[in-house]
């Protein structure tokens, strides 16, 4: 425990900064200065009261420069010109006026910087103390009073220098020593030496000032006091306000720069935050499909460069994601995928890349090589762990992934690629059965180059107008008589052959081609349907079936567009039939209602095509706008089958006639099939076992022969007469 003591209070209150050896100083040096005051004051005071006039009107022009220092721009150094009129004292009154008026400078300008009074005494005191210093060398140097005056002005001045030098260090010194004693070291040669410059040189030069003017004071004192005091001020306010506006350009670039670096800091930090939104996903943090496919792009691109370093790319979807949605709501899928992120995240190695594709769709890069063994076993390691169950809004629930797999061994040249085959294998996975992890392969490969060069070829063949059409005939079964036909496309490549619709149908579809497709067909089924027509008045009333597909319905347009095409041919609109499949026209009834309420008031027909297949409520049924039904050929043909199909069929034939919608048999093959149906009651058939699907000369053909009018025309093979079976 310390003794209490009042004067340690006293000193933890005013020094707290002060060690043992800063307050020692301080005290010694602080009562020395003060002395050398009072020993000056006693000095002059005891001088003649004109003399007495001169000291203090020197020693205050001291003060008052103490007041208006001026400040070195680009330093926190500034100094005053009051020394000017202590060295004038010094050298017209000898030492004492001249401690006087350096300790009336030094006081005023510690009380202008500082608010401690260690400083506010300090300061003067350490002034009075080298001042006074620096008279008694140059009492030792010249001797005093009578010294000086048979000087020469040369001497004087250089004898004016050095003492400004010698006042200079010796004050510096005495300031510089206290701040390294409160760190406890000792004065350093440097504190001198860095102070040196400016100061030293504006003091310099006010000594030497102060050399020559003591000189023209001798010979007159008023004349050169009213001159030197303006000119003094003069210049102290020129140099005053030239160094103000150096401080403030300074000033001002300084915050210039200052600003544009918080600017860039702004910036930096906003491309980080951009960075960070860019290239993550908002939900579960992780990095998202761009982020990915750059990560990609490097890892095919070090793969390129170097066989070695292998790359592996997992696509993942989970197979209950949209009934987790639909049925528990969007909180709670978010909370699944989150889930879902952390497992696939705790299943990688540091150098693998989990991401989020968007929905339900993830993505595991392994940036490293692999063998297909190792990536079968993370596979099935992350379908371990995304089996799991799910704790979401207090519900259990189970979910799978169906995983997709691509390796760099397949050598790709673009990240998209990487990512499509690794989609194409999460198909296949999902369509395989859900749970599973399929391997992208040689023959999916050859399957998609096939798609991919079909998609352009289709498009071609599109806008060369190298589609032709196929007529099958439909046959209204209570008198044999055909009702029209039904167009179908056909594609013969030019290298592959012929395509079959189901194969470049779905590419039409998928490819955004079928609104082309259909208006295709549409135009050229409708111009020959109207040219037959105009050569064979008696068959004016047959008609012509359309298919269109399921994007055709998502179009505003399709009405107008269908429209033009019967105003363009001169077709009558209730002869053409627009087959629509049954899952198009449930999928689209809610938002295309009206489209197809636009097309039956136009007049043309609509038709549910491949009917039974599809997943349509009979209880729908009455409700559609639609004037017929086609039963899919599956149902036809198991009319009589091992797994017999006509108790369906005699049910969606009761359904047609109890609605008053005409029912269309498809696929009728055999005269069975055909004898079933016409006692069931069905309205019309189509099949090969009717009339195959012809190219129009074939159908023209068959069409004179029908009605006798081209004598001996040719009948092709293929265009059976109904007559064989009807009859
Ligand atoms: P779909 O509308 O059901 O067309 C009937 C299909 O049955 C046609 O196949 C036809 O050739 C075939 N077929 C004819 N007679 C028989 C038979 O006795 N038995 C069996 N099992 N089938 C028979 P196709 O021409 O290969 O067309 C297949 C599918 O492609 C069509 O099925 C239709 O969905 C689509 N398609 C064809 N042309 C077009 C078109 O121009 N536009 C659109 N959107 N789809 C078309
Ligand atoms: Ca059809
Ligand atoms: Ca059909």
Request: hydrophobic share 50%; charged share 20%; with cysteine.
């Given at each position: 425990m310390q003794p209490f003591s009042p004067l340690r209070r006293l000193h933890q209150t005013l020094?707290?900064?002060?060690?043992r050896r800063a307050t020692a100083y301080w005290w010694t040096v602080v009562p020395l200065g003060l002395a050398a005051i009072a020993w000056a004051s006693a000095d002059i005071a005891s001088r003649p009261w004109t003399v007495v006039m001169q000291i203090a009107a020197g020693v205050v022009m001291a003060g008052l420069a103490g007041g208006f220092p001026i400040m070195i721009p680009r330093t926190k150094t500034s100094f005053a010109l009051g020394e000017v009129f202590t060295f004038l004292l010094l050298f017209m009154h000898g030492p004492a006026p001249a401690v006087l008026a350096a300790a009336a400078e030094a006081a005023v300008a510690s009380a202008r910087t500082s608010r401690r009074w260690t400083s506010r005494i300090g300061g003067p005191a350490l002034t009075a103390i080298s001042m006074a210093g620096t008279g008694f060398l140059l009492e030792i140097v010249v001797g005093w009073p009578a010294g000086l005056?048979?000087?020469?002005m040369s001497v004087l001045v250089a004898l004016a220098l050095w003492l400004a030098i010698f006042h200079f260090m010796l004050n510096t010194a005495l300031v510089a020593a206290l701040p390294r004693l409160k760190r406890g070291e000792w004065l350093q040669w440097s504190d001198l030496t860095g102070s040196f410059g400016l100061t030293l040189g504006m003091s310099a030069v006010c000594a030497c000032g102060a050399a020559l003017l003591s000189e023209a004071f001798r010979a007159y004192t008023l004349p050169v006091l009213a001159t030197i005091t303006p000119a003094l001020l003069m210049l102290v306010t020129i140099v005053r306000g030239f160094f103000r506006q150096q401080e403030a350009t300074r000033a001002l670039s300084e915050a210039e720069a200052q600003a544009a670096r918080r600017e860039a800091d702004i910036t930096a930090r906003h491309l980080q935050q951009m960075h960070e939104i860019a290239f993550h996903d908002a939900l579960t943090g992780l990095p998202n499909r761009r982020m990915l496919l750059a990560e990609l792009d490097e890892s095919v691109r070090l793969h390129r460069e170097n066989h070695d370093r292998g790359y592996a790319l997992l696509f993942l979807d989970f197979d209950r994601f949209k009934l987790i949605n639909d049925t528990l709501g969007h909180a709670a899928g978010d909370t699944f995928l989150k889930h879902v992120s952390q497992r696939l995240s705790a299943q990688v190695e540091a150098a693998d890349l989990v991401a989020r594709l968007g929905g339900d769709e993830f993505a595991v890069l392994l940036r490293r090589p692999v063998t297909l063994d190792a990536v079968d076993a993370l596979a099935a390691r992350i379908q371990q762990a995304v089996g799991q169950p799910y704790l979401v809004s207090g519900t259990e629930l189970t979910s799978s992934a169906s995983i997709g797999i691509t390796t760099s061994a397949r050598g790709y040249e673009v990240p998209q690629d990487v990512l499509r085959d690794a989609d194409i294998a999460m198909y296949r996975a999902k369509a395989a059965g859900k749970a599973r992890h399929v391997v992208f392969d040689a023959q999916m490969h050859r399957e998609l180059a096939r798609r991919l060069r079909l998609e352009s070829d289709l498009r071609r063949a599109l806008a060369d107008g190298a589609l032709t059409l196929a007529y099958q005939p439909v046959f209204r079964l209570s008198d044999g008589q055909p009702l029209g036909f039904e167009a179908l496309a056909r594609w013969t490549h030019p290298e592959l052959g012929e395509i079959e619709p189901v194969e470049f149908v779905p590419i039409a579809e998928e490819s955004g081609l079928a609104p082309a497709l259909t208006d295709y067909v549409l135009a050229l089924a409708c111009t020959q349907l109207r040219r037959w027509h105009a050569r064979w008045p008696a068959v004016g009333t047959l008609g012509m079936q359309v298919n269109l597909s399921d994007r055709d319905l998502a179009q505003r347009t399709l009405p107008e567009r269908v429209r033009a095409v019967l105003r363009e041919t001169g077709?009558?609109?209730?002869l053409l039939w627009l087959e629509l499949t049954e899952g198009t026209i449930m999928r689209r009834l809610a938002t295309q209602r009206s489209v197809l309420l636009e097309l039956r008031a136009l007049g043309t027909r609509l038709v549910i095509d491949?009917?039974?297949?599809?997943?349509?409520?009979l209880g729908q049924l009455s409700s559609l706008p639609i004037d017929g039904l086609k039963i899919d050929c599956s149902f036809v043909a198991g009319?009589?089958?091992?797994?017999?199909t006509s108790a369906i069929v005699r049910t969606i034939l009761q359904l047609g006639q109890s609605l008053g919608r005409m029912v269309v048999a498809e696929g009728v093959e055999t005269h069975a099939q055909l004898e079933w149906l016409r006692s069931a009651g069905c309205d019309a058939a189509q099949g090969r076992g009717l009339a195959a699907p012809m190219a129009a000369p074939a159908v023209e053909a068959w069409l004179e022969r029908q009605h006798g009018w081209g004598v001996g025309a040719a009948v092709p093979a293929?265009?059976?007469?109904p007559a064989v079976l009807m009859h």
């Amino acid at each position: 425990m310390q003794p209490f003591s009042p004067l340690r209070r006293l000193h933890q209150t005013l020094m707290p900064d002060y060690n043992r050896r800063a307050t020692a100083y301080w005290w010694t040096v602080v009562p020395l200065g003060l002395a050398a005051i009072a020993w000056a004051s006693a000095d002059i005071a005891s001088r003649p009261w004109t003399v007495v006039m001169q000291i203090a009107a020197g020693v205050v022009m001291a003060g008052l420069a103490g007041g208006f220092p001026i400040m070195i721009p680009r330093t926190k150094t500034s100094f005053a010109l009051g020394e000017v009129f202590t060295f004038l004292l010094l050298f017209m009154h000898g030492p004492a006026p001249a401690v006087l008026a350096a300790a009336a400078e030094a006081a005023v300008a510690s009380a202008r910087t500082s608010r401690r009074w260690t400083s506010r005494i300090g300061g003067p005191a350490l002034t009075a103390i080298s001042m006074a210093g620096t008279g008694f060398l140059l009492e030792i140097v010249v001797g005093w009073p009578a010294g000086l005056q048979g000087i020469g002005m040369s001497v004087l001045v250089a004898l004016a220098l050095w003492l400004a030098i010698f006042h200079f260090m010796l004050n510096t010194a005495l300031v510089a020593a206290l701040p390294r004693l409160k760190r406890g070291e000792w004065l350093q040669w440097s504190d001198l030496t860095g102070s040196f410059g400016l100061t030293l040189g504006m003091s310099a030069v006010c000594a030497c000032g102060a050399a020559l003017l003591s000189e023209a004071f001798r010979a007159y004192t008023l004349p050169v006091l009213a001159t030197i005091t303006p000119a003094l001020l003069m210049l102290v306010t020129i140099v005053r306000g030239f160094f103000r506006q150096q401080e403030a350009t300074r000033a001002l670039s300084e915050a210039e720069a200052q600003a544009a670096r918080r600017e860039a800091d702004i910036t930096a930090r906003h491309l980080q935050q951009m960075h960070e939104i860019a290239f993550h996903d908002a939900l579960t943090g992780l990095p998202n499909r761009r982020m990915l496919l750059a990560e990609l792009d490097e890892s095919v691109r070090l793969h390129r460069e170097n066989h070695d370093r292998g790359y592996a790319l997992l696509f993942l979807d989970f197979d209950r994601f949209k009934l987790i949605n639909d049925t528990l709501g969007h909180a709670a899928g978010d909370t699944f995928l989150k889930h879902v992120s952390q497992r696939l995240s705790a299943q990688v190695e540091a150098a693998d890349l989990v991401a989020r594709l968007g929905g339900d769709e993830f993505a595991v890069l392994l940036r490293r090589p692999v063998t297909l063994d190792a990536v079968d076993a993370l596979a099935a390691r992350i379908q371990q762990a995304v089996g799991q169950p799910y704790l979401v809004s207090g519900t259990e629930l189970t979910s799978s992934a169906s995983i997709g797999i691509t390796t760099s061994a397949r050598g790709y040249e673009v990240p998209q690629d990487v990512l499509r085959d690794a989609d194409i294998a999460m198909y296949r996975a999902k369509a395989a059965g859900k749970a599973r992890h399929v391997v992208f392969d040689a023959q999916m490969h050859r399957e998609l180059a096939r798609r991919l060069r079909l998609e352009s070829d289709l498009r071609r063949a599109l806008a060369d107008g190298a589609l032709t059409l196929a007529y099958q005939p439909v046959f209204r079964l209570s008198d044999g008589q055909p009702l029209g036909f039904e167009a179908l496309a056909r594609w013969t490549h030019p290298e592959l052959g012929e395509i079959e619709p189901v194969e470049f149908v779905p590419i039409a579809e998928e490819s955004g081609l079928a609104p082309a497709l259909t208006d295709y067909v549409l135009a050229l089924a409708c111009t020959q349907l109207r040219r037959w027509h105009a050569r064979w008045p008696a068959v004016g009333t047959l008609g012509m079936q359309v298919n269109l597909s399921d994007r055709d319905l998502a179009q505003r347009t399709l009405p107008e567009r269908v429209r033009a095409v019967l105003r363009e041919t001169g077709v009558q609109p209730d002869l053409l039939w627009l087959e629509l499949t049954e899952g198009t026209i449930m999928r689209r009834l809610a938002t295309q209602r009206s489209v197809l309420l636009e097309l039956r008031a136009l007049g043309t027909r609509l038709v549910i095509d491949d009917f039974g297949r599809g997943y349509s409520s009979l209880g729908q049924l009455s409700s559609l706008p639609i004037d017929g039904l086609k039963i899919d050929c599956s149902f036809v043909a198991g009319i009589g089958q091992h797994h017999d199909t006509s108790a369906i069929v005699r049910t969606i034939l009761q359904l047609g006639q109890s609605l008053g919608r005409m029912v269309v048999a498809e696929g009728v093959e055999t005269h069975a099939q055909l004898e079933w149906l016409r006692s069931a009651g069905c309205d019309a058939a189509q099949g090969r076992g009717l009339a195959a699907p012809m190219a129009a000369p074939a159908v023209e053909a068959w069409l004179e022969r029908q009605h006798g009018w081209g004598v001996g025309a040719a009948v092709p093979a293929s265009a059976a007469s109904p007559a064989v079976l009807m009859h």
